[in-house]
């Protein structure tokens, strides 16, 4: 596995995953056109964001985490502490101290946890961060689904609630949250109503009231920074992201002329059947002359290894999100995606460039026994509210393979 300029490939030892320098505590490598910052330990604050703990944000990914710059540049928050609350995958890991370089760079405070590091972690987690929790006027949040995060908003006053793009799965949010619904993501299978979730419900029933916007003329707002087509319910607050930092930090890329395919983790959620998946991937690089596949960072290496071997493609595991990789290049002319959060945000990021998205439907019969019954009206829904991309049938593809 390589990278190009801007995604780093980690050698792997089968059945492993080894995580990229930056999970092991070594500097970021420093990016082109970004000034170098010394490295700074976990939970160390600097600068005027570190007095000025009015406006607190939540991340667990790094695409969460290239939002809430977002939401920042837009809404001039020039003081803002991001709390990492740190996964166990190290591709994970490694693009969120990739991305909390960049934070500290905009002059933000970042604060890593080790939230998951042991059975102890949640409850220091949580102690430490409760003074926070308490001051904040104002809480960002990238996961409302997060059973974390539900639980951290149990603990805070602050009136004003933002949430910020956590990929397609913001979709999903709203809509649950204009029905009334309770909190599910759209893969889940089963009826939500096991053990932990009987015990967690009064956090989730809380968080979920949380973030119901008052009644006309309360003092509570929430609101919505996304690039995903969404109908929110009244009084909820929305701005429109439209990658603004991305693009006035980075780029434009330099163009190659061979296509670039993106991967998806429908294979690891249980949605997509792998056989069904590589074929399809095959099929793609077949007709439109792609050579290279941009992992998404929860895929398996097994799964990666048998991908490049059956379709000959140059497997690439960004360490940064897609949509910083592609604006600093070099890309392709045409990316080639699943149904996906990019099909919606690369177009916006790459907007000024010649770069062509086209989005590649699931066919319902690559679908597990095991897939959620909403997963295929999902999928559809990602695709069909796609703006500025090309559709690609699955039935065109297939017959092309």
Partial sequence: MSSPEGARAEPVTPGAEVPPPETTDTPARCLRGVPRQRHRSAGEDKGPAARDKGTLAFVESPVQLL???EWAHTAQATALT???LSPHDPMTRGQLRRMAEL???EGHAVRWEEARGGPAAPVRTIGGLTPLLRRAGRIVIGDPFSRYVQLLLTLTKARDLVVVD??????EFISQLARGERLVRWHRNGSGRGPRDLVFAPFSATARRRLTPAPEGGRRTVGLFSSMPVEVPPGVQVTANDFAWTRGRFGPPRLTRAADIVGTSLVETGVVDPDRYLAAVGALARTHGATRYFAHR????EKLRRLSDETGLEVVRPDLPLELIARRGPIGRLIVSFPSTVVHTLPLALVGTEVKVAVCDIDPQWLTAHASPRAQGFLDGVTGTARDVQRLPFTQQMAAG
């Fill in 103 to 105: 934070a500290r760079d």
């Fill in 82 to 84: 991001v709390v990492v």
């Fill in 298 to 301: 929860k895929e398996s290496t």
């Fill in 67 to 69: 939002n809430v710059l």
């Fill in 166 to 171: 956590d990929g397609t799965a913001t979709m």
